[in-house]
T-cell receptor, first 113, second 117 residues
Framework: AQSVSQHNHHVILSEAASLELGCNYS??????LFWYVQYPGQHLQLLLK??????LVKGIKGFEAEFIKSKFSFNLRKPSVQWSDTAEYFC???????????FGKGTMLLVSP | GAVVSQHPSWVICKSGTSVKIECRSL??????MFWYRQFPKQSLMLMAT?????????EQGVEKDKFLINHASLTLSTLTVTSAHPEDSSFYIC?????????????FGPGTRLTVL
């Protein structure tokens, strides 16, 4: 069965700092990869996704993620965070051809102004 | 496009009563819908997968008689929490997959906060 691990449960950064959130998955086959964000009191929103092609994926709000197949990783990055990026971030994986998602435990990001 | 709604957004009920939560895909037809629950400060846990017109597939540990799922049309799925108890209090989230070939993706509803007194 697929499993997804997010290495950091809590991250605290100052505004303008760079961000990298780790995500690793276990399944060795072809996968689809997602990053979702959940702002306080709001529902899940898609930040970016990877299905195929360029392993460097650009999403909304200046986020990007890089798929490294050899490392089973899909880390999320942002060069300069803002206070409004304070939220919980979830990495999710599905096996190609299927929509069933396996979520990581999430990383709570707190950005101090 | 690809909007999913849930109703109600929150509900408070007494222990022992049943609560129905609706999930609708507003601008697309969903071949598959999913139900999750999310406890505070935790990740989403998949409860069940439902395909229109067939029985839902429940994840291990989820009681199918307690969490009744009906997917009667391509735009509507319902989750009924039967004989709810305080431990069922949680955030229930649905998602829908339009079933586009080669592009399996779920679109999430805003969630329903259930509080059982």
């Amino acid at each position: 069965a697929q499993s997804v691990s997010q290495h950091n449960h809590h991250v605290i950064l100052s505004e303008a700092a760079s961000l990298e959130l780790g995500c690793n998955y276990s399944y060795g086959g072809t996968v689809n990869l997602f990053w979702y964000v959940q702002y306080p009191g709001q529902h899940l929103q898609l930040l970016l996704k990877y299905f195929s092609g360029d392993p460097l994926v650009k999403g909304i709000k200046g986020f990007e993620a890089e798929f490294i197949k050899s490392k089973f990783s899909f880390n999320l990055r942002k060069p300069s965070v803002q206070w409004s990026d304070t939220a919980e971030y979830f990495c999710a994986v599905s096996n190609s051809g299927y929509s069933t998602l396996t979520f990581g435990k999430g990383t709570m990001l707190l950005v101090s102004p | 496009g690809a909007v999913v709604s849930q109703h109600p957004s929150w509900v408070i009920c007494k222990s022992g009563t049943s609560v129905k939560i609706e999930c609708r895909s507003l601008d697309f037809q969903a071949t598959t819908m999913f139900w999750y629950r999310q406890f505070p400060k935790q990740s989403l846990m998949l409860m069940a997968t439902s395909n229109e017109g067939s029985k839902a597939t429940y994840e291990q540990g989820v009681e199918k008689d307690k969490f009744l799922i009906n997917h009667a049309s391509l735009t509507l799925s319902t989750l009924t929490v039967t004989s709810a108890h305080p431990e069922d209090s949680s955030f229930y989230i649905c998602s829908a997959d339009p079933g586009l070939a080669g592009h399996n993706e779920q679109f999430f509803g805003p969630g329903t906060r259930l509080t059982v007194l």
